[in-house]
């Protein structure tokens, strides 16, 4: 069987449509779904139904990570059984642990460590499957691809390590220059494949978000340039992401006997929990998601109060998360308005126009539990988990562990996730423990003298653009 042969008949089912949260695009296949990244009237794509698999749940105890994908992913796509076995079994087959995202018991919580993939972060689990899904769906009909991405740090290397080298992908990531950490630079800058194109920007993320969406949201440019994103409002992202919530969820219940868990997620652009809350709609029986936030805590005051104000980005130690205006969360405003598009283009406006929107009908959801840690808590915490248990927390990941510890108790275990490998914050793990010798990584390592390549460019759309019209037109 020839590797392209399944993709040839991709398309070929009836399946899962995609709605548009502002309610003036299409119903779209799951194809164009991930080509495209945002729906045409630049709202995000959300399933038209929320498959129920509540009854499924005891006989998927004993699948492995991938069986487990299979089952939820099938649900959502369309992609014939065999070609989407096969894209799972390669996308994970780069992480260094065979459980793919393994639970470890750690004093009286679990910690879900999601950093096994090839760049040592949570985002790998999405954006390894995306990469060769993207490639699967081109290959069909030889087109190119130019992927745009904004990060603030982990996105950009998961999506150059998801692509690098495929030769009909050129991506272009836009970086806040001199706001990421040295270290996630290096692992991005550092992979010289001709069809990876790093872009320093001399702004804040907020401002690489904005030209991202600005160029995407031009439709002549966006068909001209065959542009594409890969950020975290791709749905297939968020669909790859909902797995580890179920197999996170199913091991600690079946070591525990619990029948129910809570989840304590560090969140930035609202991606991560949100497949968190799609897997409570799916029936995984979560009693808890406790949205964990740095200082920059617009997400946890809304929860805490319904007002949505946009602050100023402030940096910390867990710069993974130094995000205001969260991309994701217009995906939940559809839910919790109601599934009435209108009601989310009203809200979106009224933020846009005033920077701040209420919610009219703000009751507390008790699924929900919100609140941030500051830098001297989260180094806190980490010296905490470090001298009572011997285990590193990154700064990410102890965020979440220290918003969870002082909010929410309950009987149902606590699954906290960890975001990244410690080793790639070294600086955060030295001044929470005062030595600089714990955080390490062998793989970071080898980085400190790679040779590396990128662009410095100022926060303007059309510098932007200009330079992609250069690279991708012959
Ligand atoms: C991206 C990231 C987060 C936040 O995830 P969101 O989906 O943006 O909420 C948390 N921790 C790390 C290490 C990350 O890279």
């Not at 906290?416 to 955080?439: N, V, W």
């Amino acid at each position: 069987m020839s590797p392209s042969s399944p993709a040839a008949r991709v398309v070929q089912k009836k399946n899962m449509k995609y709605l548009s949260t502002r309610g003036n695009s299409p119903a779209a296949d799951f194809r164009d779904v991930v080509l495209e990244g945002l729906a045409p009237d630049r709202g995000l794509y959300i399933p038209e139904r929320i498959p129920d698999v509540a009854s499924e749940l005891a006989a998927w105890t004993a699948h492995s990570y991938s069986e487990l994908a299979f089952e939820i992913m099938r649900r959502f796509c369309d992609l014939p059984a065999d070609a989407l076995r096969d894209l799972i079994a390669r996308a994970y087959s780069t992480f260094d642990h065979p459980d793919i995202a393994p639970v470890k018991r750690v004093g009286d919580r679990w910690i879900l460590e999601l950093f096994h993939g090839p760049t040592l972060a949570f985002k790998d689990l999405a954006l390894q499957f995306l990469g060769r899904l993207f490639n699967t769906l081109l290959e069909e009909t030889g087109e190119q691809l130019n992927i745009l991405v904004a990060t603030s740090g982990d996105t950009g290397s998961a999506a150059i390590h998801g692509v690098r080298g495929c030769p009909n992908i050129r991506i272009f990531v836009m970086h806040p220059r001199g706001r990421i950490s040295p270290l996630q630079e290096r692992q991005m800058t550092s992979v010289l494949d001709p069809n990876v194109f790093n872009l320093a920007i001399e702004g804040s993320f907020d401002d690489c978000q904005r030209i991202l969406k600005t160029l995407l949201g031009d439709l002549e440019l966006k068909r001209a340039l065959r542009l594409g994103a890969m950020n975290s409002v791709n749905w297939a992202r968020v669909l790859a992401q909902i797995v580890y919530y179920f197999s996170s969820a199913l091991h600690v219940m079946r070591a525990t006997g619990a029948d129910r868990v809570r989840f304590a997620v560090p969140t930035g652009n609202f991606g991560d929990v949100f497949a968190g809350y799609m897997a409570a709609r799916m029936g995984l029986p979560i009693e808890r998601l406790v949205l964990a936030t740095n200082a920059n805590d617009i997400l946890a005051r809304f929860f805490n109060t319904g007002e949505y104000r946009l602050g100023r980005v402030i940096p910390t130690l867990s710069p993974s998360m130094d995000i205001q205006v969260a991309s994701n969360f217009e995906r939940y405003l559809f839910y919790r308005l109601g599934e009435n598009p209108a009601r989310v283009r009203e809200a979106l406006e009224a933020f846009d126009r005033e920077g701040r929107w209420m919610s009219p009908d703000h009751a507390h959801d008790p699924l929900w539990a919100a609140g941030h840690a500051d830098d001297d808590r989260t180094c806190a915490v980490i010296r905490e988990i470090w001298e009572r248990h011997g285990y590193l927390l990154d700064p990410h990941t102890a965020v979440g562990v220290a918003v969870a510890q002082r909010l929410d108790s309950s009987d149902a275990p606590l699954i906290c996730l960890a975001t990244a490998h410690p080793a790639k914050f070294p600086e955060a793990i030295a001044r929470a423990i005062g030595r600089d010798d714990l955080a390490r990584h062998e793989r970071l390592d080898a980085l400190r003298d790679a040779p590396t390549r990128s662009e410095r460019l100022p926060a303007d759309v059309r510098r932007v653009r200009d330079y992609l019209e250069r690279h991708i037109r012959p």
